[in-house]
């Protein structure tokens, strides 16, 4: 597609559950990351995807998170037992290179996950 | 670790008006720095960059200018308008991570 693209947009989901957020990055970006925006709050980095390379995992806040990418491409990011405070807007961001090299994030439209 | 800081929000301004918004960062190693702006409804767009200390990234009539003796990057507008109504993050990569940092963000209201 043109851009980088997110679903679902909405997710409502009761506490406990696990939910499933999917991005879809705009073909021929080798890198890719999710950030999580809270109500109020800035963007808090989760996980970064770089080629084949292992993922830095550094900002997931607990083991309830967790996020893969397969084939370099598509990715999912998971998150098990949600509680309430898990509420936000999930952002996806592909870049065509590594972020040091210069090349500009490009984001979805979010997932706008709430837990009741 | 690297990290942004700007200047907490809202602000509010009449139109016309001369804009700033304040952007200091720590970074270990010798980053980019970027503007994003996300208006209401949409997702987050990139204003403006700069590479290196000195550079001046523009945009818009928007302007920053990577200093890095004082490690700021703060945006400036001559003169603001109602559809410059959004939330500004300012962010950084560098070299020695993976990741681009993201300050808070700063919602700015323009009003006619």
């Known amino acids: 597609g043109a851009g980088v693209s997110q679903s679902p947009s909405n997710k409502v989901t009761e506490k406990g559950k696990d939910v499933e957020l999917r991005c879809d990055p705009i073909?021929?970006?080798?890198?890719l990351y999710w950030y999580r925006q809270s109500l109020g709050q800035g963007l808090e980095f989760l996980i970064y995807f770089q080629g084949n390379s292992a993922p830095d995992k550094s900002g997931l806040p607990s083991d309830r998170f967790s996020a893969e990418r397969t084939g370099g491409s598509v990715s999912t990011l998971t998150i098990q037992r949600t509680q309430q405070e898990d509420s936000a807007v999930y952002l996806c961001?592909?870049?065509?290179?590594?972020?040091?090299?210069?090349?500009?994030?490009?984001f979805g439209q979010g997932t706008r996950l709430t837990v009741v | 670790g690297n990290s942004v800081t700007q200047m907490e929000g809202p602000v509010t301004l009449s139109e016309e008006a001369f804009l700033t918004i304040n952007c200091t960062y720590t970074?270990?190693?010798?980053?980019?720095l970027f503007w994003y702006v996300q208006y209401p409804g949409e997702g987050l767009q990139l204003l403006l960059k700069a590479t290196k200390a000195d550079d001046k990234g523009s945009n818009k009539g928007f302007e920053a200018t990577y200093r890095k003796e004082t490690t700021s990057f703060h945006l400036e507008k001559g003169s603001v308008q109602v559809s410059d109504s959004a939330v500004y993050f300012c962010a950084l990569s560098d070299h020695g991570n993976n990741d681009m940092r993201f300050g808070a963000g700063t919602r700015l209201t323009v009003k006619p």
């Open positions: 961001a592909s870049s065509l290179l590594p972020g040091y090299l210069l090349a500009e994030a490009f």
């Open positions: 073909s021929g970006h080798t890198a």
């Open positions: 970074a270990t190693g010798y980053p980019s």
